[in-house]
């Protein structure tokens, strides 16, 4: 059994920051990849960005310069800062553990307002 738990989505202004944790627990094997998807009303869900076990990163085009993704190994938490937010961004954001299977978070709503 593997647990996400997400938290730091909110309300904010146009232009604002917000960030996002996810820590995972349970049994957890090697975590290969975490990362961050977002899904808009009307829209598939999408990469935001990721980090492998390595620290190789990788953003959506979209999101590149504004947000940063991190991770404490140790404390299997990944967090995803994000900056000058804009209205677009509005989604709700899934925090997603991959080792050799797939896990995801429940979702926090990230709602940026113009």
């Known amino acids: 059994q593997v647990q996400l738990v997400e938290s730091g989505g909110g309300l904010v202004q146009a232009g604002g920051s917000l960030r996002l944790s996810c820590a995972a627990s349970?049994?957890?094997?090697?975590?290969?990849?975490m990362g961050w998807y977002r899904q808009a009303p009307g829209k598939q869900r999408e990469l935001v960005a990721d980090?492998?076990?390595?620290?190789?990163?990788n953003y959506a085009d979209s999101v590149k310069g504004r947000f940063t993704i991190s991770r404490d190994r140790a404390q299997n938490t990944v967090y995803l800062e994000m900056n000058n937010l804009k209205p677009e961004d509005t989604a709700i954001y899934y925090c997603?553990?991959?080792?050799?299977?797939?896990?995801w978070g429940q979702g926090t709503q990230v709602t940026v307002s113009s």
């Open positions: 997603n553990v991959r080792t050799h299977l797939d896990y």
């Open positions: 349970g049994s957890l094997f090697v975590i290969n990849v």
């Open positions: 980090i492998t076990k390595f620290g190789i990163t």
